[in-house]
């Protein structure tokens, strides 16, 4: 389809945070500084972060992802994606004779210490996430005997706790905020005692981009969330946009997965990307947008981030030589 005439009663909604939130800034930076210090290749259990393009593009730097800690030859360097991983896995990678880096985002890592904190103290410990995420999988491990999934209001019901006056909630970090409060809110109705975590466990990140389209969705007809579909928050920002009141919403990795019917009677687009989507790939979206005669591009900001996080220590050893004398050690037994 050729493109359209720019109309002023065409225009696009950009949200403001979107994107890149610091954990996942951490977490690839962390990969290509391997990368450059250690040479490929650099095995990644699970991808660094749940985005398509950025995966691609650290495999043709060198990065090799794999899902089982046994599928990483022996002297080589492993790093533990962003989501987080069980105690188990780092048992797996010191059998494996692994050098290893935690790219952990420091707000998953806090959700693990509580729950080893509440386990400790012998709470029964709800944990609010989706079934099967990486990141609920690894919250899990620091506490299998005490930790009980829950996966939404619908879960509550079925939800049994040995002593209803210690029990506790916690929950994935990329979550959508109000249902969440939902599944909270029906907790808190068969547990009235249930206690809630120090601070809030959802993620500044997803939180902000939550409010933007929650803002957004309010005037769009449509809106357009890049990011890939195994990704929690961008999933979410779509469901977000839906109970906004935006009359339709959809997930994209590429620009080029929008489809042309998506627009018939649409004036107001709003664009957002998820928490592991690189900037140029929104930029794509706009161009595709702005050939079809959306060129005014309005700002929807609803707050300003600052929060950035140190790189993982270990970026600041000699990993291959670690690993090569973790295997000599066992050769020598």
Not at 62 to 85: L, N
Not at 92 to 118: N, S, Y
Request: proline share 4%.
């Amino acid at each position: 389809m050729g493109c359209m005439t720019a109309s002023p009663g065409r225009r696009v909604l950009l949200a403001a945070p979107r994107g890149y939130c610091a954990g996942v800034d951490r977490a690839v930076i962390a990969v290509e500084k391997a990368l450059e210090q250690y040479g490929a290749p650099i095995y990644v259990r699970h991808e660094i972060v749940h985005n398509k393009y950025v995966v691609q593009t650290l495999e043709k730097k060198g990065a090799i992802f794999v899902e089982r800690t046994a599928e990483v030859p022996e002297g080589s360097i492993v790093m533990f994606s962003a989501h987080g991983v069980a105690p188990v896995v780092h048992d797996e990678a010191a059998a494996g004779k692994l050098a290893t880096i935690d790219a952990t985002c420091p707000l998953v890592t806090k959700v693990h210490k509580e729950a080893v904190r509440f386990a400790n103290e012998d709470f029964d410990i709800l944990l609010i996430g989706h079934e099967g995420h990486e990141e609920v999988i690894g919250t899990s491990g620091e506490a299998p005997d005490h930790i009980t999934l829950v996966d939404g209001p619908g879960d509550v019901a079925k939800v049994e706790v040995r002593d209803p006056s210690r029990v506790v909630w916690l929950s994935q970090t990329t979550l959508s905020v109000d249902e969440t409060m939902e599944t909270v809110d029906a907790l808190k109705e068969k547990f009235p005692q249930l206690i809630s975590p120090p601070s809030d466990d959802i993620c500044y990140a997803t939180q902000n981009r939550q409010l933007a389209v929650k803002q957004m969705g309010e005037e769009a007809d449509l809106v357009i969330v890049v990011g890939s579909k195994n990704s929690s928050n961008s999933v979410r920002l779509v469901e977000v946009a839906k109970l906004a009141g935006a009359r339709a919403a959809f997930l994209v990795d590429f620009a080029d997965e929008i489809e042309e019917a998506w627009l018939d009677g649409v004036t107001t687009v709003g664009v957002t990307s998820g928490a592991s989507v690189p900037e140029i790939l929104v930029e794509q979206v706009l161009e595709w947008l702005s050939q079809r005669g959306f060129e005014d591009v309005e700002i929807v900001k609803a707050a300003e981030e600052s929060i950035t996080f140190s790189l993982p220590k270990e970026l600041r050893r000699d990993l291959r030589a670690e690993a090569a004398a973790l295997v000599a050690e066992r050769t020598e037994k």
